[in-house]
């Protein structure tokens, strides 16, 4: 009962990009608007309840990344940069735990389903069922050449060259996989499609968006 | 380096930049995206190979990103716009799934990452590879795509979110153009072995075919970005903006 109560991964995505885009836009004249929120994300992560280790793991380099963009502006106005810093924050964190329930396999069609081209999310769906083959194939170029004894720029280098020779001739085979297969577009599957069940959870995404905005205006 | 959600105040500045890289990577997959295998099963590959080289932490000189040097191979690999299109594949998924890089600013992350590194290197193939060699015409585009990614970026956060405008360029242009340069040298150094290896790989793909029409439908996304854009200037708030504002403070202190 429970999983079909559960939002589609079609709703879940729409769900992410309208709360993020009402948090990102907060404005920072009225800090009421980063209260309201910071409660809302607080609230998000009591339902959610994302594993801690994959949010910290995400959330950590994605703070250095966002402290080296608000650096310059911390030396000047440092209480605007607190802010800035305050929203981009809470934007990270949505972003992150809606994120976390997102299966990858299933967000190819998924995109397919809430109106990207079938094409693009065919590629976007490649992208990731490539991507963990990929990795594998780098890790064992590169343990190959480290037990050769290659050491430095020069055996990455030589191990980035391969991975990418590797990544065309799988390229190859993928063509001809979907070629026999009568590849015509990539179908969205039902189970990610946009249901009934999954209103709640869109109008709640966007009253909770129009809520932050309403909050610096109020 | 990637633009993050929240940073950008300036909304009119923000749908402008993003409509301008979202008109880039649309034009791009329009013309290289169809019902054809070929283009999916490469373009999806290439950008996964994009991700994985990011997530592989390879060992290269301090302060070069893996994410330029992607960029250089898959232009060189596929040709401007189906780069474009596999780059910004990766770029989406970083977003949506994985929180790398900001939803409400992707079309600007799209724009700096993709679209303005992808044009830069294959303008400097055409331009260069007859008379320097492939190799130093990847290794100058690759390092003019980071710089021109890097001074858009800077531009978008002295204009968007009130950085001061020296130490921005500085701390980011500085900063990117040294790293711009270790990430050329990488590229060439990667192109140099793989014509030895698999020289077929860099062979100038054919361009997928536009016809007059497609060419003018590119352009009508342009002027579009351009018109919303001019239109919306008038709505943005009364309220000082960004930079404004620290003008106003800096003016204000003795």
Redesign the interface.
Known sequence: VNAALAPSIGAR?LG??LL??G????P??RARSLIVAAALVGLLLALLRPDRRLLAR?AV??MI??A??????A???PE?AAL?GC??????IA??AI?GT?P?GR?GPALAAIGV?S??A??????????D???AE??RL?LARRLRGAR??????????A???R??A???R??LA??LRG???LAPAADVSLRRTDAPVLIAALAAALLIQLAARG | VHLADGIVSNPALLLGLDLVGGAGFVIAARRTLGADARAVAWIGTLGAFALAVQALNVPLVPGASAHAIGAGLLTLALGPARAIVALGAALIVQALLFADGGITVLGVNLLNLAVLPALLVHACRRALAPRLGLPAAAAIGTTLGTVAGATSLALTLVVGAGAPLALTFGWLVGVQTLAGIAEGALTAMIVRRLIGHAPALLERPQPAAASGSERWRGLRWAALAIVVTLLLIPLASSQPDALESVIERLQAQP
């Open positions: 995505v992410s990009v993020v885009v948090i990102a836009t907060a920072l004249d995400r380099p994605a990344g966002l080296a963009l608000v650096l310059p502006i030396l000047v106005a605007r800035i929203r981009a924050l809470l934007a990270l972003a992150i994120a997102i990858s967000f081209p094409s693009l065919a590629v976007i769906a490649g992208v990731l069922r490539q991507l083959l990929l990795l780098g890790r590169a430095g720029t020069a055996a990455s280098v030589e191990m980035l060259a991975l990418l020779t990544s065309a799988r390229a190859e993928v063509e979907m070629r590849y015509a577009g």
